[in-house]
């Protein structure tokens, strides 16, 4: 079972993350080359819940994918 500080140190250690269908990422480490400067750093998108969602904040971001897995991931 994932905990939310299980998928915290996949993202802080440059990973994503795509459990059934919901995906997480830092955004900066997927466009490493892009010129804009985001302040949104994670994206979290499911085609399945019809959401596309961009956070400043990592705890944010891992609280929606989390809720988007429901019983998937703990604590």
Known sequence: MM??????????????????????????????????KRSAKYQVWSEKHRCYNLYANLDEAVNKFSSLLKDKIHG
């Open 3 to 36: 905990t939310k500080q299980d998928v915290k140190a996949v993202i802080y250690g440059g990973g994503s993350l795509d459990v059934d269908g919901v995906s997480i990422c830092n955004i900066d480490n997927v466009m490493k080359n892009a010129i804009i």
